[in-house]
């Protein structure tokens, strides 16, 4: 599939009819969030039309069909990824919460004093700030692997690291900055025969590519669905059936539980021990929509879409002056994210710039200081892509770029 079978995705978009000041939404964030296929809203408001009721305990029709609707969710997500079991799908709110729940579950009961995390240079807060607090709490090092200024990770002193006390990797597959592809099947690999246990922060790469957490093997596996045109308040952590059974659940109440007296408690089977109180039925439905759409688009497909998105945009751009793109020499990303930085214009004036063109861009840091840092820059322009921008965005986005030239010399 090309970039022009591609085009008429954007009319499954409702947004896509809305205009800001009588110009169509340009719309390059979609590594913050994506927009949502009609399939994936009306499967929400048909589960409140038809099925509104709580899962898991009602013994009437409509409880019946929610939870059927719930669980078949879980049936097509791990498909999607491959997964030995639905058993070892958790729904989460978000990735964030998954690796929040394995930060305060799995870490305090397999980790001790002295044991060391390894991290990467180029992960995103939410794969950063739950491993600084558990450290922090346990006693624990945290040690990184560093990356170069093309973007990616430096894989040398691999060995090294891996051998003392290490007990725990985690690192993201793809960079939600640069869109470097780790090879963390390797990584992983070689982590696993130093017997450390690891996790992937699948945030930017599940979205984009096929990804099999089987081949991955990974033992814990995060991602979120709003990152996938599906709704947001629902996430995923994939665990190995084994490990998730020998877990302490993170939180605790209703459903989460086989028997309850006064004063002690048994847990549900998994995942559900995982899943206290209500959980986002609607979320996981629609969810499950999205998954149903990517699957018809393909997912080589999408990825293809994206690189050639990308390899369009930085021939495009290179007719720009001082337009530089972050980890361009790198050729194992996946082309669903372009940072750069525009002479020296700063990234909200650029955004803001490029926002009176209806043209939506993110400029900051990304939820990566540190690798903002290693890449010498408070801040980046940051233009994502996924399944509904086409060449004509990128068109736009060039044009706005030189009229943000125009107003700021
Ligand atoms: C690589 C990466 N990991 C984790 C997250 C956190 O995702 P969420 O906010 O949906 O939990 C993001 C969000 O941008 C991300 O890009």
Known sequence: ????????????????????????????????????????????????????????????????????????????????????????????????????????????????????????????????????????????????????????????????????????????????????????????????????????????SVPHMSVDVQTIDSDFFVFSGHKMLGPSGIGVLHTKKKILENMEPFLYGGDMISNVSLNDAQWNEIPWKFEAGTPNIVGAIGLGKAVDYLNNLGMSNVHKHEQELYSYAVEKFSDLKEFKIFGLENKNSTGCVMSFSYSDFHPHDIASILDGESIAVRAGHHCAQPLMEKLGVPATTRASFYVYNDESDIDKLFDGLQKVRSVLT
């Open 1 to 204: 599939m090309s970039i022009s079978n591609f085009q008429d995705i954007k009319k499954d978009f409702p947004i896509f009819s809305r205009k800001i000041n009588g110009k169509n939404i340009i719309y390059l964030d979609s590594a913050a969030t994506t927009q949502k296929p009609n399939e994936v809203i009306n499967s929400i408001s048909d589960y409140y039309k038809n099925y509104n009721s709580n899962i898991h305990r009602g013994i009437y029709s409509i409880s019946i069909e929610a939870t059927e609707l719930y669980e078949n969710a879980r049936n097509t997500l791990a498909k999607f990824i491959n997964a030995n079991s639905s058993r070892e799908l958790v729904f989460t709110r978000n990735a964030t919460e998954a690796i929040n729940l394995v930060a305060n579950t799995w870490i305090p009961s397999n980790l001790k004093e002295g044991d060391s995390i390894i991290l990467t240079e180029m992960e995103h807060h939410s794969n950063l700030v739950p491993w600084q607090i558990i450290a922090k709490k346990l006693k624990l090092n945290l040690k990184f692997i560093k990356i170069q200024t093309d973007g990616s990770l430096i894989l040398d002193n691999l060995e090294e690291l891996f051998k003392e006390n290490a007990k725990f990797l985690s690192l993201t597959h793809v960079s939600n900055v640069l869109g470097t592809i780790n090879p963390i099947k390797d990584i992983i690999s070689k982590a696993h025969n130093h017997g450390i246990t690891t996790l992937v922060d699948a945030a930017q």
